[in-house]
């Protein structure tokens, strides 16, 4: 009896000794970047145990660097942009684990590597914003805002995508006659594009990021329309059409209902009218 009551003892004392070293705990997995307009996040999937991560991360021609926010969090996700601001550079991030329930970190705990990102060719463009002018009756002026990123300057003022890739940055401009099939592409290199258009014609324009080196394509912009009456010009996308169709409904109920109940209320003051009672 003594002495398996000492061998539980011992067995409970190594595993204590197990958990304080970190033997125990397990590397997460699934490690994966997640970066958009250059807005860069490390995921990875949760393991069992009461645990808690810490991520690192450094490039090539950088040394390892921690966040305080992913410094022992419960969280399965850390924004490593802020630490991520050399676009030319490759990164690798590690995800260490620890017991949540110790503090003492003087062993090395299990991590997992997170695979290389570059983040000129992998971060994922989104769409830009434009507007139309009509310049005369037979040109049309569209003025394209390049799309901020979160790489900042010195003076943590946001860049725009211009200012990472440069004359690298184009926009494939797609546009046709109002109802339509037939469409046409002009790339813009600059930020103002002046095209000619037949008067009295309503065109719609779509624009899409494009980057010649690395090559890739961002996300397209909804659609704008020029109005063919006068030199007026409205923006027109899948949502306005939606909200004028709901309120010529919305009108047109309303119309049907008023008619219905003036009917009704017409053919109940007829009723007596057309029935009189007959005396007695």
Known sequence: MGSAAITLGLAFICLH????????????????WKSFNFLTTLQWEKISGDVV?????????????????????????????????NVTDTYTAEVLTFSSSITDE?????????????????????????????TTNAQIQLTIE???THIRFSNKTLKTLR???????????????????????????????????????????????????PYKYGQKSSFQCTSSKGDFLSDYSIGVYALIGFGALLLLSIIIGISVYLCRRKTAQNVPEANPLKPV
């Open 17 to 32: 000794c197990g958990r304080a070293s970190g033997t125990l705990l397990k590397p997460v997995t699934n490690v994966t």
């Open 163 to 213: 200012d990472i890739y440069g004359p690298e940055l184009v926009y494939k401009v797609l546009y046709w006659k109002d109802r339509s099939s037939g469409k046409k592409t002009v790339i813009a290199k600059d930020q103002v594009l002046i095209l000619d258009v037949d008067p009295g014609v309503s065109y719609c324009f779509t624009i899409q990021p494009h980057i010649k080196s």
């Open 53 to 85: 991560y810490t991520v690192r991360v450094a490039g090539i021609k950088s040394n390892w660097k921690k966040k305080p926010e992913c410094t022992r969090m419960a969280s399965t996700s850390c924004d490593l942009t802020s630490l991520m601001q």
């Open 106 to 134: 003087t062993d090395e705990p299990p991590y997992t590597k997170s695979p290389p990102i570059q983040l000129l060719k992998e971060t994922k463009i989104g769409r830009a914003t434009f507007k139309v002018n009509k």
């Open 146 to 148: 390049d799309p901020l």
